[in-house]
């Protein structure tokens, strides 16, 4: 049973000048392991698609299936549970949390789900994977370079041992040679049995990945 299948998925923006149908009817699905990128002109429903596979919210129709389960079957808080256990996050602007601290912002998850005893080794094992060693962890997020940034932000998705990981542009605010790095880190993740799902606009990025999927116009192309 594949990690991820969309049934048809549509998803409408309803907006005062009137609805945005960004996602017209999308038909995908997504093994175990795969390493996806998706690419497309800008508007063409990129983020969005990203955004629905992240099960951030239910489509305007359609279905989506994360492990064999279609997500209309769970309560809100099932699917806040499902994606807190299954699914990481990584974003283009990082989204780290400048008031805390380098080792406090991957622990920050764990906080929340009052997990702090849990969190102690594990927060400082996953920046040591993603190689932030040492007394760097105690900088704030402003004091350290883009790529350190960047790999924060994936030692924090990896916090709760997701199978999932959605990338949206993760090499848009960096250099080629950092954005190498971070690919890098990605590729290792994916051969360790990550699904890694990444948008981007880079064809140099996109190349990382095993298999493309192009959108155009809020349909798969
Ligand atoms: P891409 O990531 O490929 O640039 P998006 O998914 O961001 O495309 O956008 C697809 C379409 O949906 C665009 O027309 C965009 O303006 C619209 N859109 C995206 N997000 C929203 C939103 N939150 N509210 C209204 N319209 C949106
Ligand atoms: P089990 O082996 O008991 O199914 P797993 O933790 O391997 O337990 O899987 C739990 C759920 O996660 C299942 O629904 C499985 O389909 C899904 N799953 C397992 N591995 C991956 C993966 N690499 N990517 C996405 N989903 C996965």
Do not use: W
Request: proline share 5%; aromatic share 4%.
């Amino acid at each position: 049973e594949p990690a991820i299948r969309l049934e048809n998925v549509i998803k409408v923006y309803p907006l005062p000048s009137g609805d945005v149908t960004a996602l017209k009817g999308i038909n995908i699905s997504i093994k175990k392991g795969e390493f996806v990128a998706i690419m497309g002109p800008s508007g063409s429903g990129k983020s969005t698609l990203l955004n629905q596979i992240g099960s951030l919210d239910v489509p305007t129709s359609g279905d989506l299936y994360i492990g064999g389960i279609n997500i209309r079957e769970m309560s809100d808080d099932e699917l806040t549970e499902m994606r807190r256990d299954n699914i990481g996050f990584i974003f283009q602007k990082f989204n780290l949390i400048p008031l805390l601290s380098i080792y406090e912002n991957v622990e920050y998850p764990l906080i929340l789900q009052k997990r702090k005893r849990d969190s102690e080794r594990k927060a400082e094992k996953l920046l040591e994977m993603v190689g932030l060693a040492g007394s760097i962890i105690n900088h704030k997020p402003t004091e350290i370079s883009g790529g350190q940034q960047q790999r924060v932000a994936i030692a924090r998705a990896l916090i709760n041992d997701p199978k999932i990981i959605l990338c949206d542009e993760p090499t848009g605010n960096l250099d080629s040679a950092t954005s190498e790095q971070i690919m890098e880190i990605l590729t290792r993740l994916n051969r360790q049995g990550k699904t890694v799902i990444m948008v981007t606009h880079d064809p140099e990025t996109a190349g990382y990945a095993t298999r493309t999927i192009v959108i155009r116009d809020g349909l798969v192309a």
